[in-house]
């Protein structure tokens, strides 16, 4: 089995790459499933530019990117979205790259870890009815971190610090998304 875990900002000095690193961290030394990161900004997308509707294009995309990016998502079993909350909704970028997609995400295991001044908690309820729209299957539990209370100020800006509680949070919802995610293969064949 294996788990993407993305990250989902491409914003410069983006908050995020320490959050998924984090992730990464957490993932060390686990055996229940092979977990990469994958980071959008690698994959420079186009603001919605494919001329067929991602649902009905089968896979077959025209723009070099797209199919750069079908092909990186089609490779995985389930995901962890690390999203930031912008101005109280998702992130543009982390948005546009599910959008131009649809058949990579069918019948998939998602888990959440946001992050914002109150932990991105909104993000994640959008996230939640955004991922439902493509048959994918979101995990109960989530890892919300409150970029005011587990950063500290840096000498590069801030520097994630999160709470001790959050190893554990992380573990439960790992075991979620591996058990989902293995229980949902037989809706992939």
């Given at each position: 089995?294996?788990?993407?875990?993305?990250?989902?900002?491409?914003?410069?000095?983006?908050?995020g790459a320490?959050?998924?690193?984090?992730?990464?961290?957490?993932?060390?030394?686990?055996?229940d499933?092979?977990?990469?990161?994958?980071?959008?900004?690698?994959?420079?997308?186009?603001?919605?530019?494919?001329?067929?509707?991602?649902?009905?294009?089968?896979?077959?995309?025209?723009?070099?990117?797209?199919r750069?990016?079908?092909?990186?998502?089609?490779?995985?079993?389930?995901?962890?979205?690390?999203?930031?909350?912008?101005?109280?909704?998702?992130?543009?970028?982390?948005?546009n790259?599910?959008?131009?997609?649809?058949?990579?995400?069918?019948?998939?295991?998602?888990?959440?870890?946001?992050?914002?001044?109150?932990?991105?908690?909104?993000?994640?309820?959008?996230?939640?009815?955004?991922?439902?729209?493509?048959q994918?299957?979101?995990?109960?539990?989530?890892?919300?971190?409150?970029t005011?209370?587990?950063?500290?100020?840096?000498?590069?800006?801030?520097?994630?610090?999160?709470?001790?509680r959050?190893?554990?949070?992380?573990?439960?919802?790992?075991?979620?998304l591996?058990?989902?995610?293995?229980?949902?293969?037989?809706?992939?064949?």
């Open positions: 089995m294996k788990i993407a875990i993305i990250l989902g900002s491409t914003r410069p000095g983006r908050f320490q959050v998924s690193e984090w992730v990464m961290q957490q993932v060390e030394g686990r055996d499933a092979e977990y990469e990161l994958v980071d959008l900004a690698d994959y420079d997308l186009d603001l919605l530019n494919e001329p067929t509707v991602p649902g009905a294009a089968k896979r077959q995309y025209d723009n070099p990117k797209t750069r990016w079908s092909t990186k998502i089609d490779e995985f079993d389930g995901y962890v979205f690390v999203t930031p909350e912008y101005n109280h909704g998702v992130p543009a970028a982390l948005k790259a599910f959008d131009v997609l649809y058949p990579e995400w069918v019948h998939k295991g998602a888990a959440l870890v946001s992050y914002g001044a109150d932990g991105g908690v909104r993000a994640v309820e959008h996230w939640r009815t955004i991922l439902a729209n493509a994918m299957h979101v995990v109960r539990g989530q890892v919300s971190f409150s005011m209370l587990e950063a500290e100020s840096g000498e590069d800006g801030e520097v994630f610090a999160p709470a001790e959050r190893t554990k949070e992380i573990g439960n919802v790992l075991r979620q591996t058990r989902l995610t293995e229980a949902t293969s037989s809706l992939r064949s």
